[in-house]
């Protein structure tokens, strides 16, 4: 039975497929259009998951939308009428996308699909819900789902026993934690629904004292805070009930200045309401989960929605909550929420037994090395092949070793924003000066944002203070940990200023080439650990085909692409020969 | 071969020129609905002192969770989209 999951027309549209309860593929959108966080149908995406499994929408058995459009359009027409007539502008630019897309769905889908079935619509937070809890390895959890909003929810618990779901309790739009980061991230002059994690990257360079910093005091003051974690905001202090624009004149007051203009200069000032946006979400998430431990008396915690990605505040629920076990699914943003639809549909609905764990991200694309060295020979690259994994290994792990930065293709592309050693941007996080040569030669990103981690899991605990059972997001760098202070000199590249690493744990069964490639250069320099960032350019997706990859590289300055096999040295391959316009509708 | 690129350079201009022509109806249309649907439903929830969404804090209120008993339902009820 094929069951095929879709979420779009917000941001991070995606599709994913399983097969009689399993999780076969799940792809974004954005990767095939090489466009960030796109909204599109997930045509592209779709097809991907079709033609992995040879099928095609006629052998689909059912298919899942990851929200229910009209109950979110009444949403969006209560906050007119409320706030009539200042919503006017909203109303003209936003409504034309309502009438041609998001309420003719059910057409759109068979449309473009050629799919003559019906379309089963999942509220979004049990779609949420059901994509952190059904593919995780607990038969029983408490589940708490935080995110911008849904159709009216902004924030769920409620618990996952065996295929059941319940959601018992909500808090309604417009007080929102993802929309209050969302607001924040907007005034620091940050994109929204994209650059909320620089904002988590900033805060540790504010005051991250509670008594000392005034910019907490004056956003909990605009919030009332219930001792069970329930909250609701003064609304006059935002906007985006009905602009645009988030932060409102009055918050720009509250927080002693106008919005930061765009690559302008990041002050102390910006750098304490980062760090106090942080404490403020630490702090409703702390007392709403020690609420859900109290009501659910369960010690397993999945964690769903977008909020769930704020890796900093992950590392530290375990040790504040009376949670003992969590598990966050590598997407649990808006694009995952395609998984839950799907899952939903095969054990709630139907009332199948879940027969599934979702253990590694790479649900993506895969290339063989027929299908790389074809590419390589037709576009006449240079490269030197190897016929074993170990002979790669070793090269690799000593080019690492000698400062070169080296791009990673191999195995299906990671499900989830997060590069997780598939499409991988890795170098030596010995070296000081490594920070700056990566954002000179590839990533050009802002200078607080630090490059992360990655160590095999049975050496976690030497280098990092983790939870004592490492949890499973680790795995998919969702979890941050204090990294032990007499190795912050040794792997200066990859410690935060506060001291912290947003890690990710490999274990050899998920990729076995790069756990080995870990295991390699700790040989060489006694420090099992590398730097792993997103194979892909500023404000560019992650590459997908070995092309993005191979354009990837000849832009920037990766100096080496370990792509399946083969390796291929950016200096003997001509830049001028590699026209990337040309190649532009590949 | 130039009857061919005017054909090409034709329909790119119909199609132009029809996405504008229906921005311009989409604004006027929607400016219509908005003054006038939006406009009376607010004035008369105004009236009634109908709150659609909740803009301030209750100080008084112990929680702000609210009832969402969000369980399976029955079949039908999955092929709807409210």
């Known amino acids: 039975m094929y069951i095929l999951g879709i979420s779009c027309f917000y941001h991070d549209s995606a599709a994913a497929l399983i097969k009689d309860g399993v999780l076969v593929s799940a792809a974004q959108e954005e990767r095939f259009t090489r466009k960030k966080h796109d909204t599109s149908f997930p045509i592209n995406a779709i097809n991907y998951c079709l033609q992995k499994e040879g099928i095609t929408s006629n052998d689909l058995d059912h298919v899942g939308f990851y929200e229910k459009p009209f109950l979110k359009f009444e949403r969006i027409l209560h906050q007119h009428i409320e706030t009539f007539p200042k919503s006017y502008k909203v109303f003209i630019s936003n409504m034309p996308s309502w009438f041609n897309e998001k309420l003719r769905i059910i057409k759109i889908i068979k449309k473009k699909l050629k799919y003559k079935g019906n379309v089963r619509f999942i509220e979004h937070h049990m779609a949420h819900s059901a994509s952190s809890f059904l593919p995780s390895p607990f038969k029983k959890a408490a589940i708490l789902s935080v995110d911008g909003v849904g159709e009216w929810t902004t924030t769920a618990y409620g618990i996952g026993e065996n295929n059941s779901i319940k959601l018992f309790k909500e808090i309604k739009f417009p007080s929102s934690i993802g929309l209050l980061y969302s607001a924040i991230t907007a005034y620091l002059g940050f994109s929204v629904n994209n650059s909320e994690y620089k904002v988590m990257g900033l805060s540790p360079y504010g005051n991250m004292d509670k008594n000392k910093n005034e910019y907490y005091k004056k956003l909990m003051s605009i919030i009332d805070l219930k001792d069970d974690g329930s909250y609701r905001f003064d609304m006059s202090y935002f906007t985006y009930h009905y602009k645009n624009r988030m932060p409102s004149k009055k918050l720009c007051a509250l927080l002693n200045g106008d919005i930061r203009r765009k690559e302008s200069e990041i002050t102390q000032r910006h750098q304490d309401i980062a760090a106090a946006v942080q404490l403020v979400t630490e702090e409703i998430m702390t007392k709403m989960l020690k609420h859900v431990h109290k009501v659910t008396k369960c010690d397993n915690l999945v964690l769903a929605g977008g909020v769930a990605l704020n890796s900093v505040y992950n590392g530290k629920i375990l040790k504040n909550t009376g949670f003992k076990k969590i598990w966050i699914q590598p997407d649990p943003g808006d694009g995952g929420t395609c998984i839950g639809a799907a899952m939903y549909i095969y054990n709630v609905i139907l009332n199948n037994q879940r027969n599934f764990v979702l253990d590694n991200a790479y649900l993506g694309p895969e290339y063989t090395d027929s299908q790389i060295k074809n590419f390589l020979d037709e576009n006449k690259i240079k490269y030197e092949e190897f016929n074993s994994d170990k002979k790669i290994v070793q090269k690799s792990a000593k080019l690492i070793y000698d400062n070169n930065v080296i791009g990673l293709f191999q195995k299906g592309m990671e499900w989830g924003p997060r590069a997780l050693g598939a499409r991988s941007i890795l170098s030596n996080p010995c070296n000081p000066k490594m920070q700056e040569i990566l954002n000179l030669k590839v990533k050009h990103r802002e200078k607080f944002r630090p490059f992360a981690p990655v160590i095999c899991v049975e050496d976690a605990n030497k280098y990092f203070e983790c939870d004592s059972s490492i949890p499973e997001p680790t795995d998919f760098m969702l979890m941050v940990y204090p990294i032990k202070e007499k190795y912050h000199k040794l792997i200066p590249a990859v410690t935060h200023v506060d001291g912290s690493g947003r890690l990710q744990t490999i274990r050899r069964n998920q990729n076995q080439l790069y756990y080995d490639l870990i295991k390699e250069f700790g040989k060489l320099s006694k420090i099992p650990i590398l730097i792993n960032t997103s194979f892909n350019i500023r404000g560019e997706p992650i590459v997908c085909t070995p092309f993005d990859a191979y354009k990837c590289m000849m832009g920037t300055g990766i100096d080496y692409l370990v792509m399946g096999r083969y390796i291929i040295k950016r200096a003997d391959n001509s830049q001028d020969f590699w026209d990337s316009e040309k190649y532009a509708k590949d | ?82």
């Open chain 2, 1 to 82: 071969m130039k009857w061919k690129y005017f054909k090409e350079g034709f329909s790119e201009g119909k199609e132009l020129f029809s996405n504008k022509i229906s921005i311009i109806i989409n604004f006027l249309l929607l400016t219509i609905v908005y003054f006038t649907g939006v406009f009376l439903t607010s004035i008369f929830a105004k009236i009634s002192k109908k709150k659609f969404l909740d803009l301030m804090p209750q100080k008084e209120a112990s929680t702000y969770w609210e009832d969402l008993n969000l369980d399976k339902k029955e079949e039908k009820y999955y092929f709807k989209q409210f």
